[in-house]
């Protein structure tokens, strides 16, 4: 994970003016940090509460819901930082970010799939919703920022090379998403007998709590990539 | 620049490997102590002195004669009447002996007391005597039981080497109960029925599988128990209660349930001697009750270790009458649980079984008469001593008397302290001419208390010492051996990875000015390669990480290659290649390639997890392979068909993807179409029988053998002297890039390009023929998973091929090596030894040979493995980079450095970080519950996938060695030899 902008790296792709997004404010990160994270825990807390259900007892309705619930928080949320602003409108850019949550489903699927999740029918909602939940932790904000841009997104999640503050918002919640599924996948081969080591359930956990450290570490390459800026701007 | 030559190189290497071999074997030999165990079992003879023994002459007169004689002969012989006819063997599994006898002279606590009424008022009133039978380490059910009725403390080594089978066939008391007539019954726990397949008359298994279960278990054997005790058919009856021990799985042993559950086999006890009670009056003779447990239980209730908990198991002789035990101090008395075994074999009139350790318990014989006594004490000292013989090769006390009776008035005793086998002997000798005297002294005999006593002390010294030093030979483990083994796998471990990091920094001097990718410090694929290894290390040390180990292997496999995947994303442009040069077309054209063959990696992964359920927990998931035997024989028939034909097609389809189309190239073809047809002709023919049993079927398996081996050591041989020397233009496809960017010294390059094309072939057709080798021999379903790693490595051959990717040599040759692992796991391979295809082993083998069939075994358990060493073949052809400077220089060394370097020491440092860090695993795990289950089995893996890799690092070796030589040295001084003739020169003329 070297995310280090070496200075000899000139890649052909800065050459290519893109109208960049404008540079998200300190505060409005964490605002909207703050809702993701926020909505998050309402998800649960409704699972909680009206249905008494939690991810361990009914793992495809909780994560149906912590998904349609973050479905419009992020796309709302984010579509305001959307590039070239002239050319694409807010709605253009919720209704792209809707247009990504199946084709980031399917991408997560699948990678789910090759590391070994199962395929049997039996857990297919589960792992249709925990995909859905994944797209939108990891592609459907970018997708609102971004738009169908391969050279952007190539930069943030193949390169790791996020470039600017609103991008640090797109890249390390997806990464650290990724990452903490992938570690959560660890615990499920033991033989506690434990229920929570079920797919996709330690997954769900890894993933989110991964999303969640991710968030507040985003705020924080926020903070320090915001500073000179703002000092070049007065 | 530090620069290593490639001498220095290999000798570094070789003296690793040494190191690495030396340290392993002390190693092994050290924590799985090989004791010379007696076979066959004990006869006759054991009631004669053991340095007169006229061998065989006894053994064919035993076997000849029916239970009934025999039984009488061996009442004569031993001159001892039998105490008991019947015998009712009642195992708590897990009781300790806390429990019934309390601890330090204490009594068990209140509620303990209050739980066994009927236990403690026969212990009260002299009935029983209970004693503290220490248990041997693992505190197992299975290698416990094996301990208590034949006596002897096992090696892991034996439970390791009858893998097939898990019956015990050395020495035991039910072996001799068996000769001599005795019926037997048994109901409790199926490890008896595994143990001694067949013996039990009537039987009821339970098996421990349902741990959470603590009351069917034992309602499943009390339930015969009632009618079992009206009949008289059986002499010995075996009960086995798992109740108890469940109880402190789940809750320890102050569970709530362990009250209740004591009652209960108090009820039991109660209720086989109240039973046996009434038997003494209808004179069926008298019956012995034994309870005894396998081993105790820690306070959480676990065991397995060595823990006093653990070893405290108990030993109750429980007799019908009244008189029989002196309860002087019942509560007090420590014995081995060894004992048990001789004492109740000279209870009950059979020879002591020939690998007892134990020694007789005194009090069980007290109404005996005196000379009976002693007679028992000699013939128990009569088995040890010859069971010291064979540990001992030097002990034979020349001087003992044969036969005779030593007359002398005053008998001699000597003070012993001296050698162990001059120690033993004296100890021997000391008894056996007290004794000695003693008889002859048999009519005389009015004061003779003091005399008897002598006898018994002088026996009992040497017993207790002989046992003593048994026992330790058994169960100690050398630790100087031990901590040489692992320093000496350490030392070689950190060589092998000094070597790594010496070349990894030499390769950036050579590719500095064209690679970027060496600027940057660290990857992340790098990163994650480290780590994965780190992961593997650690995961070792969990036993259930052990049992599921396919599912690390292929996790972290299908996550490199994603992240290669990645990496291939990275250098995908999508928009701008359609405008842009031709040359940047190709560039997408590769990059496209090289994505879709590592999208067919990973989905061949994934169908190849799929194949096996392995591991211990899951297998009874569904999985592809279950499902395909459900289907029917034809399906999995056809596919089999199907993936042999795929096989050869895309074997012979490699070797012609090389653009020199030359006769040597079809003569190859045809010959692997020869043993692929011959396959497929096995297939189609022999696809209902079983192929072992069949005449035809062998001969066709022979031929194919025949037909593999003579073409694959020929190939390997006459390929470089055939391969006609080209001119680069046209050679293979996988050179075109080097030629085209290095345009200076073509003339120079001309040997390495042969030798690149030859690798090439010889690559091809070791993993073609290893893959039709494999279809054979594997299991019908597994032809498909042979196919798919088969593909998989094309793949990566591929990808690894193409100029886009900038891995590191090391990185790709790790991702191979999890490649082979994986596929390993996903052939239906674990850490159990159950899952070795023993059924394979024997095909195309008219004869039984251990060796032949032991060498299948691992061709089949290790197939992937090999398949990916073959590969490595392949690798260095497509990737050999020679520049210019080397050639001109025509430093051998260094070509074959740059050649050989990684592909060699990657996988034997991989390979030894892992054995090394295992080892020091077994070495901490030593008392874990499951280390004779889990861990000592997946170290006989470790050590064999060791060997996987000396082998297959060996053939890479050879075979590259052996063509560069020829290559450059021998065809040279023949060409210059025939230069005269001018064949060959023109494009040989090099320097």
Known sequence: ?234 | MSSISCTKLTLFTIAAVTIQLIGLSVFVFGFFPVKPLLSGHSGSESFRPPTCDNDGVANHTDASLPPDRLRFMYQEVSEIQPLYDRLVLMVIDGLPAEFVLGKKGQPPSKAFMEAMPYTQSLLANGMAVGYHAIAAAPTVTMPRLKGMVSGAIGGFLDVAFNFNTQAYFDDNLLAQFSKIGWKMVMHGDDTWLKLFPGLFERHDGVSSFFVKDTVQVDQNVSRHLGDELSRDDWNFLILHYLGLDHVGHIGGRNSVLMASKLFEMDEVVKMIHINTLQNLENDQGQTLLVVVSDHGMTENGNHGGSSYEETDSIALFIEPKTHAFNHSSPYHDTIFQVDIAPTLALLFGVPIPKNNIGVLISQMVDSLTDDQKLRALQLNSWQLFRLLQTQLPGLSCRNFPCGAFVTNSGPRISKCKDSKEKLFCCLYLNAATLHDAWKAKAIIRSNSTEGYNSIVAAYHEFLSSASEWLSHKATDKPINLLVFGVAALIISCLILLGLVVVIHKEVPAWEMQDLDTYVKPWIIDEVFILFGVLILVISMGSSSMIEEEHYIWHFLTSTIYLLFFRKAIQSVDLHKACDFLSSMKEQRNISVCQLSSLILILFSGRILKGWHQGGVNWTNLPDISKWLEQAGSQYINMIQIASCAMVIILGISLLFLMQSKTKVLAVIGFSLLMSGLLVLQHFMNHQHMSASYNKDAILSVQIFYAVLGITTITVVLVLPWVMPMQTPEICSKGNFYLSASVPVGIQNMTPILVLKDCLYIVGCFYITSWCLLQLLLQQSTNAMPVFLVFIQILASMHTFSSSGSHHKQWVEITALYNLGMAGHFALGNSNTLATIDVAGAFIGISSHSTFLSGLLMFIITYASPMLFFLSIVLYISVKATIYPPVIRNRNSGEILKTLLGFPCIVPLTINSVLLSAYTIVLLLMRNHLFVWSVFSPKYLYVCAATACVYIGVFVIVATVVHTYIVLFWLRKSFSISSKENGTLSSNLRTS
């Open chain 1, 1 to 234: 994970m070297d995310r280090r902008k070496s200075s000899k790296e000139t890649t052909s792709s800065k050459a290519l003016t893109m109208v960049p997004s404008p540079p998200i404010s300190a505060s409005e990160a964490f605002i909207v940090n703050t809702l993701c994270a926020l909505v998050l825990f309402f998800a649960f807390w409704i699972a909680n509460t009206l249905y008494s259900i939690d991810l361990v007892t009914d793992p495809s309705l909780t994560l149906f819901f912590i998904w349609i619930t973050e479905l419009p928080t992020v796309t709302l949320l984010f579509s305001r930082y959307r590039q070239n602003r002239q050319r694409c409108t807010y709605l253009r850019a919720v209704g792209r970010g809707v247009l990504g949550v199946p084709v980031g489903a399917l991408l997560n699927l699948l990678g789910a799939i090759a590391l070994g999740a199962p395929v049997t029918s039996q857990y297919l909602p589960k792992t249709v919703n925990w995909a859905l939940m994944m797209s939108l932790f990891t592609t459907v904000p970018a997708s609102c920022v971004l738009g169908s841009s391969w050279t952007d997104w190539r930069r943030i999640f193949a390169q790791t090379k996020p470039n600017g503050s609103i991008e640090y918002l797109l890249c390390l919640p997806a990464h650290g998403a990724v990452i903490g599924a992938w570690f959560g996948a660890w615990p499920m081969p033991l033989d506690w007998e434990r229920p929570w080591q079920e797919w996709p359930i330690s997954v769900s956990y890894g993933a989110i709590a991964g999303y969640l450290v991710a968030l507040i570490a985003s705020l924080g390459f926020v903070l320090a990539c915001g500073r000179p800026q703002h000092i070049k701007r007065e």
